[in-house]
């Protein structure tokens, strides 16, 4: 069982920037050991959760086209936290973001969400 916990959201204007925080517990060994990867979603008001961006145990990144050069995905595995840097921000990025653990156990996945964290852009 692995429990994420977000925080880091907020108001901004914008162009501005906000750093989200995903901090993971539960598991035996930590980020680096249990949890295969781990990515951030987000949700829109009325619209569905969509991947923005996923960070594998061996450092791959990726990132989903209306964020790339914005956001930055990145962890520390000593504190079992991933990070979101989110630079340049738009009243698009306006959304509920989430962080979800994906981790394989005897073949099989599972994947854990976390509370969600409100982001609000300002024009």
């Known amino acids: 069982q692995v429990q994420l916990v977000e925080s880091g959201g907020g108001l901004v204007q914008a162009g501005g920037s906000l750093r989200l925080s995903c901090v993971a517990s539960?598991?035996?060994?930590?980020?680096?050991?249990?949890?295969?990867?781990i990515a951030w979603y987000r949700q829109p008001p009325g619209k569905q959760r969509d991947e923005v961006a996923s960070i594998q145990k061996i450092g791959t990144t990726n990132y989903a086209y209306s964020v790339k050069g914005r956001f930055t995905i990145s962890r520390d595995n000593a504190k079992n936290t991933v990070y979101l840097q989110m630079n340049n921000l738009k009243p698009e990025d306006t959304a509920v973001y989430y962080c979800q653990a994906r981790v394989i156990i005897g073949g099989k996945w599972y994947f854990y969400w976390g509370q969600g964290t409100q982001v609000t852009v300002s024009s």
């Open positions: 539960g598991s035996t060994s930590g980020i680096t050991t249990d949890i295969n990867e």
